[in-house]
């Protein structure tokens, strides 16, 4: 078994990323587009815990206690912003939400 | 023995990523980015010794998001996808698209000269919410502070957008 070097884990941080980005392209509804966008979060979030291990500097862990902060007021607001969307809309497909005015 | 839980952890993580993007079903969409996300604070705690963040990690994306997430997915009532409405031309691109840049990644990677872990430079940090705690109340309290301010408007907000306006005219 090799020796995990930071590479590794800045690949795994990619492949969570690119899925996350294949997921906001490929999926049309906005809440799966949400969830992927969550993932792509992760991705970032774990690259820089890599860096803070191997650089052995706190301070990143820092920054993403900050983006999990800010993730989760997101979402919350996110989430109310799509209910709102679909009590006027009625739906939640990206296809159907093709108007910035409501 | 670190190598062996990276395999494990990595190969859950992007397998339940996976998922995430095919499954046609939201609530199993759902499940799998909480069964991503446990698997990404396992790989915090046990891989990078950051335990804070893997109990943070937990706590706030497996636990408060992901109800919240499940909650709005029950409340509309969102139904299966039921075919395919995108074309086969553009999910083939997309697609595409998403494994090109894996692949730029992967070389930019391989390219380069692996970092090794920084083995002596003050030793492996056992107790990391201790450290979190002193920076997060000395160098970096004013972030902070406005991370309160931050999450009060982020309430505020949601309880505006989701009041019903009576009568609106």
């Known amino acids: 078994m090799m020796e995990i070097t930071l590479n590794h884990y800045l690949g795994v941080s990619g492949a969570l990323f690119m899925i996350g980005l294949a997921g906001v392209i490929l999926r049309r509804d906005i809440l799966i587009i949400y969830m992927s966008l969550e993932m792509m979060l992760n991705a970032a979030n774990l690259s820089l815990v890599a860096f803070s291990k191997y650089q052995n500097f706190m301070d990143a862990q820092i920054m993403v206690f900050f983006v999990i902060t800010v993730a989760a007021a997101e979402v919350a607001v996110g989430l109310a912003l799509i209910v709102a969307l679909y009590r006027v809309k009625g739906t939640t497909r990206v296809q159907d939400l093709t108007t910035l005015k409501l | ?169």
């Open chain 2, 1 to 169: 023995m670190e190598a062996i839980l990276f395999w494990i952890f990595s190969l859950g993580m992007i397998v339940a990523g996976i998922g995430v993007v095919l499954s046609r079903n939201p609530v199993a969409s759902a499940l799998s980015l909480a069964v991503s996300i446990v698997f990404l604070a396992l790989m915090y705690g046990f891989c990078l010794n950051a335990w804070f963040l893997m109990v943070i990690q937990v706590a706030v994306y497996a636990g408060a998001v992901m109800v919240l997430f499940l909650f709005i997915i029950m409340l509309l009532d969102i139904k299966e996808e039921e075919k395919r409405t995108r074309g086969r031309f553009y999910s083939l691109m997309g697609s595409a698209l998403a494994l090109f840049l894996m692949a730029q990644f992967i070389a930019v990677l391989l390219s380069t000269e692996p970092v090794k872990a920084a083995v002596t430079a003050g030793g492996p940090v056992n107790d990391d919410a201790h450290v979190i705690g002193t920076l997060l109340f000395t160098k970096y309290l004013l972030p902070f502070e406005i991370t309160s301010i931050l999450l009060l408007v982020a309430a505020v907000g949601v309880v505006l957008l989701s009041l019903k306006r009576e009568s609106s005219s």
